[in-house]
């Protein structure tokens, strides 16, 4: 038995699933993939986007955030969107880390923090005391120094 119907953002097919051997119920989703994408790494090796690899590094950034999982869905749909839609099917890395950037800001502070704490390679505080220099200069808010 199955019961299907289009997600939320309507990027993909959500089905319901029943198994008839262990009784148990599961949800897959199937999505349209417009072109294939391949990600070029600083390494110069090239290798397939992998949209599960993408939710993964996500997910990691947003680990113990309060952040709806329906969101976070919805935002890897977009990033993926915006990279088929560049018309490229090769894409550097450091685009689909700019994208992610891009929305985990708009997204969770924290695990904008986090996020960028790995793909900028920080090392010591000061890398981080410059990032949340920028966070809070972005919100306009600023500290005593800036009035």
Same mark, same amino acid.
């Given at each position: 038995?199955? *019961? ?16 008839? *051997?262990?009784?148990?119920? !599961?949800?897959? !989703? ?16 090239? @290798?397939?986007?992998?949209? *599960? ?13 309060? @952040? ?11 990033? @993926? ?40 390679? !920080? ?14 200069? #972005?919100?306009?808010?600023? *500290?005593?120094? #800036?009035?």
């Amino acid at each position: 038995m199955k *019961d299907s119907r289009p997600t939320e953002d309507g990027t993909a097919i959500r089905r319901r699933r029943y198994c008839p *051997d262990c009784s148990g119920r !599961f949800t897959t !989703f199937e999505r349209v993939q417009l072109r294939e994408l391949m990600v070029l790494k600083k390494s110069g090796r090239r @290798v397939p986007f992998d949209r *599960d690899k993408l939710m993964r590094s996500i997910q990691v950034a947003l680990r113990k955030r309060p @952040v709806d999982p329906e969101r976070v869905e919805r935002m890897v749909s977009g990033i @993926v969107r915006r990279l088929e839609s560049l018309g490229e099917s090769e894409i550097k890395s450091e685009t689909v880390g700019k994208l992610v950037m891009e929305a985990l800001k708009m997204l969770d502070d924290v695990a904008y923090v986090r996020f960028a704490s790995v793909y900028k390679n !920080f090392r010591e505080a000061k890398d981080f005391e410059e990032l949340l220099g920028e966070l809070s200069g #972005d919100e306009g808010d600023g *500290d005593a120094g #800036d009035r």
